[in-house]
């Protein structure tokens, strides 16, 4: 295993990831090896996706290369394209666990005035720029 590898393997998020993972399978009783086997290899796709942010953030979305003329170009860097295609294979395996995100539910909105009487905001009108006579 390499360092890097064994670095993210350490981390508490890697740790808590795989603790929820386990225990949910554990809860739904699919805790097989089968079903392990998925979470290793989602554990595995979500430290490649670590590495491949690190690259982003380092070199950026867009890299300089030297064509084979010599000169230099700017290109997509390819961890772009490669943790796109990883994150979709992380949701099929979690989607093929049938395992639950436990998100945090979306703040409520308070409801919208019935009517406009009810509204007690006022909207001032926008000031004309007189310097606007060129546009």
Known sequence: MSKAISDYTRTQKYKD?????????KEQGADEKHYIDL??????????????????????I???????????????????GERTRIIAMMLRIWASL???QNAP???????????KQQDQRVQEPLEDDEDDEDF
Do not use: F
């Open 17 to 25: 990831i795989k603790k929820a993972m386990l225990h949910q399978l």
């Open 98 to 100: 049938g395992l639950n």
């Open 39 to 60: 979470i290793n290899t989602y554990l595995e796709c979500w430290i490649d996706v670590q590495i491949l942010n690190k690259d982003i953030r380092t070199r950026g």
């Open 105 to 115: 539910q979306k703040p409520r909105l308070p409801d919208a005035p019935a009517n």
């Open 62 to 80: 867009n890299v300089e290369v030297t064509n084979r003329a010599g000169d230099p170009e700017l290109r997509k860097n390819e961890s772009v």
